[in-house]
DNA sequence: CCTGCTGTTCACGTATTCCGAACGCTATAC
DNA sequence: GTATAGCGTTCGGAATACGTGAACAGCAGG
């Protein structure tokens, strides 16, 4: 699973396992981590003292928390590509003009990253609390409209790479966990130009996303709108229509990034 | 300086001090690396080989970068207390009704960190790219005036702590780099309600900062308004008046916070 | 073709990490 | 008030796994 080519530094995988640890477990202390990763609670705070001092974890009475030093890394990831905070921009005017969700998102690794998100309708511009698509989330590529828009685009090869590291794991009974079914469901967005996805990822969450390339037909990311499936009907012609609003959207970010 | 109590796991430092190279450096090879922290090739090999499988870098031909991998973990921090959240939508407002650079800066193991940024009169919202006060930056507390102003709100044996952790670097040639200096300011601070900056962290740049509390007097973080020099007066007038807009927002963000 | 630069591999020795038991400490229960 | 259970902390010792440096492969340019 976490195949590693060559000699893997198993001391750094464990500090990572531990930061990991404490996210997921939002705020943990030190027994329960040491009991949840096996390891000797000696090792456990020798780890979490390092980490303390260098800014990723933070000590709160005897708990520990993910620390903001993980800011300055992941904006200066988040901004490195202009085109990524080009394209995050029209997040905002899309949901405007949906109503619903939406949301950039990027490939990297074989995996996806929420870079920004917002809701239609709130005024409230970065407020994006509860929901799940909140900006910094990880999917995997293939039960997310966006992913599967982006796999229509790569190589076989690729998307083949991106299967074996990753997988197919199913989080509703909707999920695509067969690799055939997937390649055929790619084909179909290739021809429409659009993917959808219906309760594959979240059990009354339906979503329609598109790719946005670069001039030389490189994937940059996607963009998606979602909502409950009680708002955004099934019938074709809705679909459609929103569709098409991504789409003159894209249209409009990919001359920009052109210039 | 790093000073760490127990046992320090040095492994996990340096893989940490490879990520911050690659950081700083904007895009790394190995052999770079290697010789900028004087480490064998191999060694460096294995790290970045480590940190890339784990998504926390991204190979790039034979450069190295950051990687989004840092994203589910910085947001997990930011949003980990909802009170950050509700001030933070609070910075876009002040941007817009002083026309000038706002934002929210929050107090952790002894740094500032900017959890939100926004510019006046700008239509693009997230858009912060070349500013040094983006979000995710991280400060000294001494030499921005939110950070003063929370160092005002801290009890001095705090504020020694950090001081004799992070020192009192200078910037600029106006920067305080005397501790004694630094005490009577505070005071100053505390007397008028609201800390000013005036060119101690950048040239040019002046800001105006003040504290938001909680119910029970702790320190939760502090808004700030700031732009160059020869837009915010140095007269007391002009100062007053953003301040007080300040104090506005933050009476109103604390009493929303009561409830 | 050769040189200089990448990144990669590998065997070796030693420094480092990891463990486990013993210690303080606080809070709860009795 | 004492005992106990839980926490984090410290420390010595042993084996692991980390770091090194030299040798290898692939590529670009002279």
């Known amino acids: 699973m976490t195949d590693d080519g060559p000699r893997p530094v198993k001391t750094t995988k464990t500090s990572l396992a531990l930061v990991r640890a404490v996210r997921d477990s939002d705020g943990a202390t030190l027994s329960e981590l040491a009991e949840r990763l096996d390891l000797a609670k000696s090792t456990v705070h020798n ?30 990831a988040r901004n490195r590509n202009p085109l990524y905070s080009t394209a995050r921009q029209r997040v905002y005017s899309l949901a405007e003009k949906t109503g619903n969700e939406a949301d950039f998102i990027v490939e990297e690794n074989g995996r996806a990253y929420t870079l920004e998100y917002a809701i239609g309708e709130s005024t409230a511009r970065g407020l994006s609390e509860s929901s799940p698509f909140r900006a910094g989330n990880r999917f995997h590529m293939h039960n997310c409209a966006s992913g599967k828009a982006m796999l229509a685009l ?52 339906r979503s ?30 809705s679909t459609r229509e929103i569709a098409q609003l991504l789409l003159d959207e894209i249209d409009s970010l990919e001359s920009e990034l052109a210039l």
Chains 1, 2 share one sequence.
């Open 47 to 76: 780890h979490l003292h390092t980490l303390v001092d260098e800014g990723f974890l933070v000590r709160d009475g005897d708990t520990y928390h993910i620390g903001l030093q993980f800011l300055p890394f992941s904006e200066h």
């Open 154 to 205: 790569l190589s076989d090869g690729r998307v083949r790479e991106i299967l074996d590291r990753w997988g197919l794991p199913a989080t509703t009974a909707h999920t695509i966990t067969d690799e055939a079914t997937l390649f055929d469901e790619l084909e179909t967005i290739r021809r429409q130009g659009y993917a959808t996805n219906d309760e594959e990822l979240i059990d009354g969450y």
């Open 208 to 237: 329609i996303g598109a790719a946005v390339t670069g001039p030389d037909d490189t994937v940059i990311g996607a963009f998606s709108v979602g909502g409950p499936a009680y708002r955004l009907a099934v019938d074709e012609s």
